[in-house]
């Protein structure tokens, strides 16, 4: 188990610097943060030169990046152009999109796993099919249509909540976005839980669970479930990196000033240090749940422990 | 009361369809057999000759859908479990009747430790403490001659070998020391050298706890052993049914002299083995008859058009042959 | 090694990538269900069934008979037309607009209304389904062509060339899809459909690559398989004899699957405004103008949005209904 964890890690670095680098060179190689700076007018060669020399950027990419993530390491992110610390910028979004994201999570768990049980024991009859056919609806509407949509009959026509959500987004405002962000994960989740429900409700195991006697709530709970949520679970914990970044078009919808809304601000102004701050932690966010998920799939499943 | 005359376990007439793609597959067609209280009935047949399904209607685990009993029942000690409610048949499963799987590895549940999987028989039927029936999986998995089963209990179905895996499910299915125990090709899937092990401890244990015993196999080699009775089946139908030793001797069914014909043995070294020609039947497409007609050395007309009844051939044997008499003679050695 | 239980590895079945808002690599639920009960080659339909029939040809014909399939099937068609001949229902231009009728709801030959800047919304849709389809075609055949020719070499070889390659799919799948478009789109300024399908195919071809490689991973397992290379087959012909029509299904439905989705995060893009531009006429760009006037003239967002959304479950339905044909298991 301790040599697992130890090679996952180190798997991760690759990764992690690959992923960054990617990010890195788009922002820096590819637009230019300093013409940024100046927006219209056509910088004077001499300044430009000064700053560039001043954030490090007369550097080859590759130095510059090693630089950059030297800083990281010592927790500096570097100040946005606008001389704010992007520390303090990603220490008020980033609780915001966590709360987001946890919203959104317990809705996964709450309706996707209850929902995807219904389904799978009752395969091929009407709820099966009426859960099924809404779970394609609900993936084949993008999510900010379904934002727009709901924030519209909630928020506007029926008032049952605010249609926009104030700076200090708390959780029971942030019910109706987190429900739009879940919304394609919640059917992925869905559909998920069913396959697995309906795979599993015809193992061999299962069948010998009903030999023994057990009564059906037991089948149920300790035998079936037990193995069908093994992938859900793993699923969920990978969405978690996903739906951070993700949430940039539900913020944007409901104006929460969280992670999106920032990057959103950091790619308009070509901010440079905040897009590439931003990033490089969702990044880690995104990596860190999933060797959570590895772990946790290890846990569940006794055959990868051993293995 | 019935119960006092009653057979342990009385199949009457069994149908089972299965619906496929290809049409309604009769697996089971009317099967009949009996096992009498502490007596061991070997059920002999190919693959799809309906042995499992049958097996499987009698625990009540059948898939359904796609299969589905059309008819007939099955009586245990008098009463239809086909007929009685759910619940009452809970009870009475894992408890009265319990069954054995081929394959240990996938019928026991991958993530819980096999502990816990036996100690559950008692926690459900007997109202065990979780610790109480911890102790009693262990003195099963002792039984059972597991090796230092105190530790091994907290271990799962993968870390343990094949033979290991068997004896845990034969651990579960004595548990509750049932009237009957079904074991479904307990031995097929493991090594020879250990099929012999695992088979003698099925022996000693039905023994031990006076049980009656369905031995489901394609085996004719392990039958002789260890049964008393064998019914013999083909395409969803018993073609012949009699004591062990009647039955190995003098053959009251061409089916049943064929799969004898077809073992080696050793007093006939050196002469071609035999072996039935043909496949056997397609069971959305039995043909009319006898379903062993177009295989069959003895056809006649009449088993292309009349299905054999099971004919008396014998104290406790009946046959399914138009021509069982000549069969029986002929099979005189 | 027939001990082994199936899922062993972890990523087989958390091979999801970044979903969420833009719904990327969604419906990979069954895909690893799918590699695993293909490779049991096709259940006869119960004990003993008599004919034996392809895996193709068998659910060819239960296709036939799946209304989900024909319908979704005949939706895809009509797009496929009106993205290729826009003028045989819609013969406007969409670019000609008159602010005077702007936001006027529907009349007589202008059954939608108009839209914002006083573009008729019924020209404007029709005319849409060309960025979106072309976006989501070129897009997934680049994806899989690339995902599946990576994915079945690091399968096939394996080693440290499937290292190399499972590392670099992970580093695409570590970036976020939706900022990654942000970032990386941002950058690009192109009046075209080709950097938005440039960066579709750039973070779609790991999950195609997976789905490959498991299913090389599998075929060559197979005992004919090795059969043939022990009869002295070399690499080119086991590949694309042997193993290649055993690993395609998989891909198939997964690529059909993921068209979809790759149509609804290219509308997802052009919301963010990083995607297609004007004048390029798409369902997300209209979709965008008419989110902001959604109190006033919903009908602006209504088609646009019900196009698009009907397109993507139309390919998602498609491929569903393959995957189930295909998979035996799951009937």
């Known amino acids: 188990m301790g040599r697992y964890v130890v090679r996952r890690l180190l798997q991760m670095i690759p990764v992690f610097v690959g992923s960054t680098f990617l990010i890195f060179f788009m922002v820096y190689a590819l637009g230019d943060p300093v013409a940024a700076l100046f927006g219209d007018k056509a910088p004077d060669p001499a300044t430009a030169a000064r700053i560039r020399s001043e954030l490090y950027l007369d550097a080859p990419l590759w130095k510059q990046y090693l630089h950059y993530m030297g800083q990281i390491l010592t927790g500096d992110f570097g100040t946005a152009f ?47 099919t009426t859960v099924l056919l809404l779970t394609l609806v609900v993936v084949s509407v993008p999510t900010f249509v379904s934002g727009y949509v709901l924030q519209y009959l909630f928020g506007v026509k029926w008032g049952l909540v605010s249609p926009s959500v104030s700076p200090y987004a708390t959780f029971d405002e942030l019910m109706l976005p987190g429900l739009v962000l879940a919304l394609t994960s919640l059917a992925y989740v869905t559909r998920l839980t069913r396959t697995s429900v309906a795979e599993n409700s015809r193992a061999d195991y299962l069948r010998t669970a009903v030999a023994k006697g057990l009564p ?48 959103y601000q950091g790619i308009l102004r070509q901010n440079s240090p905040t897009v590439v701050g931003f990033v490089t932690v969702l990044v880690l966010v995104f990596l860190l749940a999933n060797l959570l998920v590895d772990l946790l799939y290890a846990v569940l499943d006794p055959r990868i422990r051993h293995a | ?115 816990a999987q ?15 029936a911890r102790a009693r999986a262990v003195q099963l998995m002792d039984r059972v001659r597991i090796p230092a089963a105190k530790q091994r209990a907290g271990d799962y179905p993968h870390q343990f070998s094949g033979g290991m895996r068997q004896r845990i499910m034969i651990a579960m299915a004595v548990a509750l020391e049932p009237d009957l125990i079904i074991a479904d090709e307990p031995t097929t899937a493991l090594d020879v050298t250990v099929q012999a092990q695992v088979m003698d401890l099925l022996a000693e244990l039905r023994r031990e706890y006076a049980t009656g015993l369905v031995l489901i196999t394609h085996d004719l080699g392990v039958v002789a052993d260890v049964a008393d009775h064998i019914a013999v089946m083909y395409a969803g139908r018993v073609m012949e049914s009699a004591p062990v030793a009647e039955l190995y001797a003098r ?79 002929g099979s005189a050695r | 090694m027939p001990e082994q239980p199936a899922a062993h590895d972890p990523g087989a079945d958390t091979a999801v990538g970044p979903a969420a808002g833009g719904a990327m690599a969604v419906a990979t639920d069954d895909a690893g269900t799918l590699q695993r009960s293909l490779d049991q080659g096709p259940v006869p339909g119960g004990p003993g069934s008599g004919k034996a029939r392809s895996l193709w040809s068998d659910a060819w014909h239960d296709l036939r008979r799946n209304p989900v399939f024909v319908a979704s099937a005949l939706v895809i068609a009509f797009l496929l037309l009106i993205a290729v001949w826009p003028q045989s ?3 406007g231009n969409p670019l000609s607009c008159d602010l005077a009728m702007a936001q006027d709801g529907p009349s007589p030959g202008h059954p939608f209304g108009f839209d914002t800047q006083g573009c008729d919304v019924y020209t404007r849709t029709v005319h849409g389904a060309r960025a979106s389809i072309t976006v989501g075609l070129c897009a997934t055949a680049g994806a899989a062509l690339l995902g599946s020719v990576l994915g079945g070499l690091a399968g096939y070889y394996g080693g440290w060339w499937d290292a190399l390659l499972s590392r670099l799919a992970d580093v695409f799948f570590g970036i976020p899809v939706i900022l990654g478009g942000l970032v990386f789109l941002s950058v690009v300024t192109s009046d075209t459909v080709w950097p938005v399908v440039g960066f579709i195919v750039l973070l779609g071809w790991p999950q195609i690559s997976r789905i490959a490689r498991g299913a090389v991973v599998g075929a060559k397992q197979h005992d004919y398989v090795q059969a043939a290379r022990s009869l002295g087959a070399g690499h080119t012909r086991l590949l694309l004899r042997h193993i290649a029509p055993n690993a395609v299904a998989p891909v198939i439905v997964v690529a059909t699957i993921a068209l979809g989705t790759y149509i609804a995060l290219e509308a997802t893009l052009s919301f963010i405004g990083v995607g297609l531009r004007p004048p390029t006429v798409s369902w997300g760009i209209d979709i965008s103008n008419a989110s902001t006037q959604i109190r006033n003239a919903p009908h602006m967002l209504l088609w646009p949005a019900g196009a698009l959304s009907i397109t993507v479950l139309s390919f998602i339905m498609l491929g569903d209904a ?6 035996p298991k799951l009937r």
């Open chain 1, 82 to 128: 606008t001389g704010q610390p992007v520390l303090e910028l990603m220490a008020d979004a980033f609780p915001v999109t966590l709360r987001l994201t946890i919203v959104a999570v317990c809705f996964e768990i709450l309706f996707g796993i209850t929902l995807g049980l219904l389904g799978g024991l009752r395969r091929g009859r009407g709820t099966d």
């Open chain 1, 216 to 263: 059906r709530h037991r089948v149920v709970t300790r035998h079936l479930l037990r193995n069908s949520l093994i992938p859900v679970v793993t699923f969920i914990g990978t969405d978690i990196g996903a739906l951070m970044g993700g949430a940039i078009v539900t913020e944007r919808i409901f104006n929460i000033h969280g992670v999106g809304y920032q990057l």
């Open chain 2, 1 to 115: 009361m019935t119960t006092t005359t009653a057979p342990l376990l009385d199949v009457r007439d069994l149908h089972v369809e299965f619906h496929t793609r290809d049409g309604v597959a009769k697996a089971v067609n009317g099967v009949s057999y009996t096992v009498e209280a502490g007596r061991t009935l070997a059920v002999l047949g190919e693959s799809g000759s309906g042995k499992s399904v049958t097996a499987q209607a009698v625990m009540g685990i059948l898939d359904t859908p796609p299969g589905r009993i059309t008819a007939g029942q099955v009586l245990f000690r008098g009463q239809d479990l086909l007929t009685m409610g759910e619940e009452h048949r809970r009870r009475l499963r894992g408890a009265k009747l319990a069954m054995i799987f081929q394959d240990a590895l996938s019928a026991l549940n991958p993530v819980m430790t096999v502990g």
């Open chain 2, 118 to 132: 036996l100690g559950e028989m008692y926690e459900v039927h007997q109202g065990m403490s979780r610790s109480d």
């Open chain 2, 251 to 329: 053959p009251a069914h061409p089916y049943t002299r064929g799969l004898l014909d077809s073992i080696p043995r050793l007093d006939r070294k050196g002469r071609e083995l035999y072996a039935i020609k043909g496949l056997p039947p397609s069971l959305t497409a039995v043909p009319p008859g006898c379903p062993f007609n177009p295989r069959c050395p003895m056809a006649q007309d009449i088993c292309r058009t009349d299905r054999p009844p099971l004919h008396p051939a014998g104290p406790g044997r009946v046959s399914a042959c138009h021509f069982w008499k000549e069969t029986l003679e």
């Open chain 3, 89 to 91: 229902i819609a013969p």
């Open chain 3, 322 to 327: 393959v995957r189930d044909a295909l998979d």
